[in-house]
């Protein structure tokens, strides 16, 4: 009976590791799938008192699930500066209009 109980667990252990491996193959898949359908998106966010315009490239599997593949710094504006709005929207605007460029798939090939 002893012999029979040590193959019944084993066989449980590798089906449960065969499970697992399955498991992060498929999520693996689908993050691959996901940074495939990457896009190109513009944004900002401050660190230590400074704004910080950005381009950045992200894949989505979900809510709360991503990764940032790309990113590109656009202007760095120190709270407090002069015409920071100034230079915030046009910041802004220089992020938005590369982003439309990046996403823009060529037409040819």
Do not use: K
């Not at 513009?42 to 790309?70: F, I, K, N, Y």
């Amino acid at each position: 009976m002893r012999p029979l109980a040590l193959g019944a667990v084993l066989l449980l252990v590798l089906l449960l590791v065969l499970a697992f491996a399955a498991y992060r193959a498929r999520v693996a898949g689908r993050w691959a799938a996901a940074e495939a359908r990457a896009q190109w998106e513009d944004g900002h966010h401050t660190e230590a008192g400074v704004t910080v315009v950005t381009v950045r490239r992200v894949a989505r599997l979900g809510p709360g699930q991503e990764r940032v593949l790309g990113e590109s710094v656009v202007d760095r504006i120190p709270d407090g500066a002069p015409l920071w709005h100034e230079r915030f929207s046009a910041a802004r605007q220089t992020a938005y209009d590369r982003m439309i460029d990046l996403n823009t798939r060529p037409l040819l090939g």
